[in-house]
């Protein structure tokens, strides 16, 4: 296998939240109970894992949830510490933290920056009311538009914000507007995501209990191409399918997945990767707890079949605006695997879902609708 990057990323869990989300099936806690002891954990484990990846050095360091915007400074700048101790993490390495925004706070946003986070992924979602209660959010629209505000005042120029469409009764006009106040806000970075219902949510519940039901896929792929055009028509470059940025404000962390980058994930629920295994932790804080203070921490880890590194290859470049190499392909994946896919290939780009330009292969708008589909049949499943 040739290995193209040398750089690595870290995810840190953060398993806390004020309240659950109908929608989310993320690993989190609405109890905040063993924070301090956690965010010890998560030191612990930073040192026991760092050899898990090849390389020491980081170029970029994500906090996601869960809210990290729940921690105190304190736990932020500890954590930060171990992370500096521990690696070599690059001058200009990018930090995000996930924030939702009744917690950035004017005080809350200049203690992120003097912690050394100098990017902000805010949970906005909405800017209807009804939706933000529906979805029990935790913030208000004037507490979304204001921390905003705030943040690029006191110097944050690198900032995303999360949108959702496909929320039921959200009309085409509606959506239309959420999209121009999101413009309003003049952010360099949005990613948009269609509510889906994931099991052992509330909302799955609900639907299954009959209370209401999810818009239909036509209403959802109107909602979608609408995103799509604004934001393009307003420089927004859309380099993968639910995330648009402004010319050089692409999540780096975020690409680094779908680059094939390596990644230690910390944390209860945390996915890493090293280019050979994938490592998950247990999805329970009293269980990651109990495992780091026991020294036998509860974990699962597999080792990627060439099979497997294919798939993920292609579900995830697919995605993306650099989409498929053929020549990354040749390169690492044995020649049975190319042909696959250059045979599977060639009734997409007849049917124009997919683009061929020199050894890339993208999907063209219509084939973003059908990314899944597409990508199930491009995959090698014996
Ligand atoms: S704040 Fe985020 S992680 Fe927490 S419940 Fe809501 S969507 Fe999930």
């Known amino acids: 296998m040739v290995k193209i990057y040398s750089l690595a990323g870290i995810y840190i869990h953060i398993p806390f939240c004020k309240k659950a989300c109908v929608y989310c099936d993320f690993h989190f806690s609405t109890s905040m109970k063993n924070k301090s002891e956690l965010v010890n954990c998560i030191r612990k484990e930073l040192k026991v894992r760092k050899g898990y990846l090849e390389t020491n050095q980081i170029e970029t360091i994500y906090f996601g949830g869960g809210t990290p915007s729940l921690l105190e400074k304190e736990e932020l700048q500890n954590i930060l510490e171990t992370i500096h101790k521990e690696f070599e993490v690059a001058q200009d390495a990018e930090i995000t933290l996930e924030a939702n925004p009744d917690d950035l706070t004017i005080e809350k946003i200049k203690e992120l920056k003097s912690c050394g986070v100098n990017r902000l992924s805010i ?17 208000t629209i004037k507490q979304a538009v204001e921390s905003v505000a705030n943040a690029k005042e006191l110097g944050f120029d690198n900032m995303t914000i999360d949108l959702i469409y496909g929320i039921p009764n959200l009309t085409q006009t509606e959506w239309k507007r959420n999209i121009q106040k999101a413009l309003e ?45 604004t934001l393009q028509e307003n420089g927004f470059e859309q380099y993968e399918i639910s995330n648009f ?24 629920s945390a996915h890493s ?10 999805s329970n804080n009293g269980r990651y707890i109990k495992g780091a203070n026991d020294n036998n921490w509860v ?6 079949d060439e099979k ?75």
């Not at 269609?194 to 509330?202: D, G, H, N, V």
């Not at 990767?273 to 932790?281: A, E, I, L, P, Y």
């Not at 974990?299 to 990627?304: D, F, H, I, P, V």
Request: contains cysteine; proline residues 2%.
């Open 273 to 282: 990767f090293n280019g050979k295994t994938r490592h998950w932790n247990v």
């Open 245 to 268: 940025s402004k010319i050089g404000h692409n999540s780096k962390h975020n690409s680094s997945y779908w680059k094939q980058k390596n990644f230690l994930g910390v944390g209860p």
């Open 185 to 229: 806000l003049d952010v360099n970075h949005i990613s948009a995501y269609c509510l889906t219902s994931e099991e052992r949510t509330a909302m799955h519940h609900d639907i299954a209990k009959g209370k209401y039901e999810l818009p239909k896929e036509e209403a959802t792929s109107k909602q979608f191409n609408v995103l799509v055009s």
């Open 123 to 139: 949970g906005i979602q909405s800017f209807i009311g009804r939706d933000l209660l529906f979805m029990n959010r935790s913030h």
């Open 308 to 382: 497997t590194r294919y798939n993920e290859y292609i579900m995830t470049s697919l995605r993306t605006s650099w989409g498929i190499n053929l020549k990354y392909l040749k390169e690492n994946f044995d020649p049975l695997f190319v042909s696959h896919f250059i045979k599977e290939s060639k009734r997409f780009v007849i049917a124009n879902s997919l683009i061929q330009k020199g050894t890339h292969f993208t999907l063209s708008q219509e084939g973003k609708l059908l990314a899944d589909g597409i990508a199930s049949d491009l995959f090698v499943v014996e």
């Open 299 to 304: 974990s699962e880890e597999e080792t990627l």
